[in-house]
């Protein structure tokens, strides 16, 4: 499930490529055609990321609510403005590996894409896929530059189609047509989001909810409701960098250790949509830093590290289910 960052960094590709255009609307595979003949012919005015969900909002007060769930990718093809932010990244933006592919990746070993400079936006002839899936587009993607609009490929919810940018949504858990009071009951259900919300109202609300939760800390992290965009590796890495068990109640954490948490994430969602990695680890030397661009493992502590050795103490990182989802933790350091 793409977490925080990748969301944000999705909204940022609608808004260079698609707000302000009139789209074409369809539904290739059929489940949306009714939603997709609203859209259809309306301007596109703007992008908005709250957490793991994402709000297009078009003419006459019509709105889209998107959340890609576990499966959901959006594919951007045709004469694409790659948001600078998105061109610099090592291919995997999401969950643990969002592509974003553009014209000739260079892949390190485990398949990234190795782009490592910031610039200015740059206008790409291709595909750019953002998702949570290992594999890229693949050669049954490819499509010749004189191919317009792009023949559709795999089950497509969603096709927005400009003059030059082709924007595909296939597998999401959610895609629905919102009027402005439901967008707002929505956003009201979910908890801050640094980059939406006041930061410091933000953490009030966040160490108010935590403080008198009976609920273990490792749980309140991934819900949604109490704080948003939060997913499997920033809960794990979170708690190791605080040195936090997950199996604390949330009103058994100090509230100095609560307000860390906040400040925390605050900090790594805004390292997270500005290099497109989960980068959790800190102090890096230059050469360091370069290597766990290109490797997902020489970024995280405790993510993905089950029965490897902890980097601090040396016991071995442990993986257990909580709510059905893999927690990684070392039970010496996170006492």
């Known amino acids: ?148 609009p792009p023949p559709v490929v795999g089950q497509v919810r969603l096709r927005l189609l400009t003059e030059e940018t082709c924007a595909d949504l296939r597998g999401p858990t959610a895609c629905q047509l919102q009027t402005p009071e439901e967008v707002q009951a929505t ?44 997913g499997n590796v920033y809960r794990a890495e979170m708690l190791f960098r605080a040195r936090l068990n997950p199996h604390t109640p949330g009103r058994d954490v100090p509230e100095e250790t609560v307000r860390h948490l906040w400040r925390d994430w605050a900090r790594l969602l805004a390292i997270g949509v500005e290099t497109g990695q989960m980068m959790t680890m800190d102090d890096l030397d230059p050469e360091a830093w370069r290597r766990a661009m290109a490797h997902r493992d020489d970024r995280h502590w405790v993510y993905h590290r089950a029965g490897l050795p902890c980097r601090v103490c040396g016991t071995a990182i442990v993986l257990e289910e909580m709510a059905s989802r893999k927690l990684y933790w070392c039970p010496n350091c996170q006492r």
């Open 1 to 148: 499930m793409p977490e925080g960052h990748s969301v944000h960094r999705i909204a940022r590709q609608f808004e260079r490529n698609i707000v302000g255009h009139v789209v074409a609307a369809s539904s290739p595979q059929g489940r949306f055609v009714e939603g997709a003949a609203v859209l259809d012919g309306r301007e596109a005015l703007e992008a908005r990321a709250v957490g793991k969900q994402m709000f297009l909002a078009f003419e006459d007060d019509v709105w889209l609510r998107v959340h890609l769930g576990m499966y959901g990718a959006w594919d951007f093809a045709g004469q694409i403005v790659v948001d600078p932010t998105i061109a610099s990244a090592n291919g995997r933006m999401g969950h643990t590996n969002q592509r974003g592919t553009v014209l000739a990746p260079v892949y390190d070993s485990a398949g990234e894409n190795s782009l490592s400079s910031i610039g200015a936006p740059r206008l790409a002839r291709g595909r750019v896929r953002m998702s949570e899936q290992t594999t890229g587009l693949g050669g049954e993607g490819a499509t010749g530059d004189d191919d317009w």
């Open 187 to 230: 956003i009201a259900k979910l908890g801050p989001d640094p980059l939406v919300d006041d930061v410091e109202d933000g953490e009030e609300r966040f160490t108010a909810t935590v403080r008198r939760k009976p609920t273990p800390i490792g749980l309140l992290l991934m819900d949604q409701s109490v704080v948003s965009g939060i």
